[in-house]
């Protein structure tokens, strides 16, 4: 061996040392090789839903957790540790952690609707229709620490990417209520017709998305301006709606009708229908894109999705009237 080959492997030798000393010391990369423990319940495409007709909670894999009449909509923690669910009809949110154990029954206002985590803060939002409120929900002690007024009839909410903000679909009003989360105070209102359902917003927090019943639209709403820049017409709804954690596509659900819609974020069109069943509602896309889960109401069934060929891949059969769900990681 010639010291020109020596010299190589002491200097090879050398560069993995130091390569695995910045892995060891790095304060970054170990968070990232944490990040990846922590987040492994989402890894594994962890599906949660209502099942409306059995006051319960479901999850992909058949377990089910019982609950409280009239489950309606359920919101997961990022890391899938987290569930939470409201009870319509007893003004209640359930929290369950991930192996489905009961962690509280939590009262909020009337008529309880849209349930949201927030991506960062031990925060939850819930969206009370007969009261006209949001209740603000501590997730480490399951109390409620606040009551924002919003306006007539809040339907669901969502947080922007970076949680300063979020906004809140009044269909008693035809608006977006805004609401800054470090004061919880409402800010803005966002003028949009007819009956705003749900509602979704693109990674980038350019584009707030509303499903609107009364128009049977989308409307694709400028955050920049607060202006309407277009209406996608969908199906009948009401509507569930969901932006890919990619921000691709859009995802419409129509539950009058047997359809999901897809729509093109990058050209704001309908580019196909796809029938599922009647009564789809509840849909989100798993947190890699591969997937989009459909609860179908009157076939008591979710429906898996590939977004590749966007065609059936499964249908699995659940309790009754599965009717939102969760997908860790997708907000």
């Known amino acids: 061996m010639t010291t020109v080959d020596k010299a190589a492997i002491v200097w090879s030798i050398g560069i993995v040392v130091i390569a695995v000393a910045i892995s060891i010391y790095n304060p970054s990369l170990q968070q990232a090789s944490d990040e990846i423990v922590v987040n492994s319940p ?23 957790f019982d609950a409280g009449p009239k489950m309606t909509y359920i919101s997961s923690s990022s890391d899938g540790e987290l569930i939470l669910a409201t009870s319509s009809a007893s003004d209640t949110v359930f929290a369950f952690d991930n192996d489905g154990n009961n962690l509280a029954s939590i009262k909020v206002g009337k008529t309880p609707k849209g349930v949201k985590i927030h991506p960062f803060e031990h925060i939850a939002f819930v969206a009370n229709e007969n009261s006209g409120s949001i209740s603000v929900m501590d997730t480490q002690t399951f109390q409620v620490t606040k009551e924002i007024p919003v306006g007539t009839i809040p339907h669901n909410l969502i947080f922007s990417p970076n949680g300063n903000t979020a906004y809140v679909t009044l269909q008693g009003e035809d608006a977006v209520a805004v609401i800054d989360v470090n ?40 955050l920049n301006t607060k202006e309407i820049i277009k209406r996608i017409s969908v199906s009948t709804g009401h509507h569930g709606i969901d932006v890919s954690p990619d921000g691709k596509r859009v995802y419409v659900s129509g539950i009058g009708s047997n359809l999901v819609n897809v729509i093109d974020v990058k050209t704001l069109k309908l580019i196909k229908t796809i029938p599922v069943g009647d009564g789809p509602h509840g849909l989100r896309t798993s947190l890699d894109n591969s997937k989009l889960y459909v609860g179908v109401t009157g076939t008591n069934e979710i429906v898996i999705i590939d977004t590749q060929n966007l065609m059936i891949q499964e249908n699995i059969p659940v309790g009754n009237v599965p009717f939102w769900i969760a997908s860790p990681g997708n907000y």
């Open 42 to 64: 989402v890894l594994k495409n962890d599906i949660f839903f209502t099942l409306q007709g059995d006051d319960s909670v479901g999850r992909i894999n058949g377990e089910t």
């Open 183 to 222: 004061s919880l105070l409402v800010t803005d209102s966002i003028s949009v017709e007819k009956l705003p359902h749900n509602l979704d917003i693109s990674p980038d927090g350019k584009y707030l998305f509303t499903a609107n019943i009364g128009t049977s639209d989308v409307a694709v709403i400028d």
